[in-house]
């Protein structure tokens, strides 16, 4: 497939692998790895061939969704009276890196990378305050808790920054276009509506949430986003499951202070081409 193609040729120019073994057709979730084991999972923006010949388009966007799933398009638009994905912020959150560049670059590269797993730490988190420790995207490493919403753009903006790609915390485009995408190519066409299917805290992640190889949107611990709420003193935003909570679904929006950090929250990387 010419954009299996693509991709691979990508991954090879800046040392990733594609992991063969788990699919190489886009509505399976293709992965890739970097040299230290880390995976994402690439999710296609516009036309897409499935793997039994259906045609599915995939709009880049942020989204709400209704009880039964049906994604409406909002845009640059205010929603739920509070969220937006703004350029810069006077809050004291942190927002994109360039969320241009990210919305041009996954309509002109058809697609973007998101971390196949919720950030992981070879280091157990335990309490608020512990030592930043580097992030990986591993499934056998410890889910990365205990972090505010400043400390997780930090360190997955850091993860890359080379002259051809770059990593940034998850924002509503990439959050929502992904769900969109499982809804379409994985095993849940209400995904949107899907809480989380632990509820105590899986220190290393759960098997049971995976949908087109992303494990955990649904579940474990909520994530924190570039998104900001206008909300001056609960300006930082998270998203999906929580196993604390069973009212927060994948498609979820809630904020908090900057300072805000809890067992229950965690963040994701995304991985885009510049």
């Not at 040729?9 to 692998?17: E, L, N, S, T, V």
């Not at 599915?56 to 994604?71: K, M, V």
């Not at 929502?176 to 632990?198: M, P, R, W």
Request: with cysteine; hydrophobic share 30%; aromatic share 10%.
């Amino acid at each position: 497939h010419p954009r299996v193609r693509r991709q691979r040729q990508m991954c090879i120019r800046d040392r990733f692998k594609v992991v063969i073994s788990e699919g190489t057709t886009v509505d399976k979730g293709i992965v890739i790895e970097d040299e230290s084991g880390n995976q994402f999972v690439w999710i296609p923006v516009g036309k897409i061939t499935k793997a039994d010949g259906t045609k599915e388009t995939i709009e880049l966007n942020r989204y709400t969704f209704d009880s039964s799933g049906t994604p409406t398009a909002r845009n640059d638009a205010v929603i739920n009276t509070y969220y937006q994905e703004l350029a810069s912020s006077s809050y004291g959150n942190t927002v994109a890196k360039d969320i241009e560049g990210f919305k041009t670059s996954a309509v002109v590269n058809k697609g973007y990378y998101i971390g196949r797993y919720e950030a992981r730490t070879v280091t157990k988190r335990t309490a608020e305050g512990n030592a930043l420790t580097p992030v990986t995207s591993k499934k056998t490493d410890y889910v990365y808790n205990w972090v505010t919403q400043l400390q997780a753009a930090t360190l997955a903006k850091g993860m890359y920054n080379k002259s051809t790609f770059t990593s940034d915390l998850m924002n509503s485009y990439a959050w929502d276009t992904a769900i969109v995408f499982i809804q379409k190519c994985g095993e849940n066409a209400n995904y949107a509506n899907q809480n989380s299917l632990n509820n105590t805290l899986a220190e290393k992640g759960t098997d049971n949430d995976k949908q087109c190889n992303i494990y955990d949107i649904a579940s474990n611990t909520v994530e924190w986003t570039t998104v900001t709420s206008s909300s001056p003193n609960l300006p930082c935003v998270n998203r999906g499951g929580n196993y604390s909570y069973s009212g927060n679904i994948s498609s979820s929006r809630s904020s908090g202070p900057v300072n805000r950090s809890h067992v229950s929250l965690g963040f994701r990387a995304t991985l885009y081409i510049k």
